[in-house]
């Protein structure tokens, strides 16, 4: 929850009770569209994140007057993690590209946050490797790297491995 203050004053810059203030915004939910000020003038309620990143307009209105801002939204916890290799078979020696998406609990993608990729060391031992083993995903929540396949024709798994413990292969 993200708390919203609004200040009234009088011309004089004193501070005002008892005013009701509307309040509204473009994301998210209000969980009280409307707010009497205190005794030091401000009035408050609490805004609920949506499951979306991205920014809200949030408007303060009262006796004619209107104050306007915005809130942004960002990506929670990192909760899974997303491998794609492109191509998907390499011969012995090839390269692939290897992309590892971060996702928070509602879908959204979570920039930095760092990944570190992982082969088995048998593959490791042949000449399996990586170009970047360990880096922080982009503003896209994505981080690649490329995935050299050891010099024996063994099959690989390949790891992905976040700072905070999530895994997949």
Known sequence: LTTLS?????????????????????AGTLLAATATTNASGIAQVSLRSPTQVGIANVTAA???????????????????????????????????????TVFDASGNRVPNVTVAFSLPSNSVANGGRFSIATDATDGNGEVTTT???????????????????????
């Open 6 to 26: 609004a200040k009234v004053t009088d011309s004089s810059g004193d501070s005002v009770a008892g005013s009701v203030v509307n309040f509204g915004a473009s």
């Open 62 to 100: 009262t006796a004619g007057l209107t104050a306007t801002g915005q809130i942004t939204f960002v990506a929670g916890a990192a909760k899974s993690i997303v491998l794609s290799a492109s191509p998907s078979t390499v011969q012995t020696g090839g390269q692939s590209s290897i992309r590892a």
């Open 147 to 169: 995935y050299t396949a050891p010099s024996t024709g063994t099959s690989d798994t390949i790891t992905a491995k976040t700072t905070g413990g999530l895994s997949t292969s």
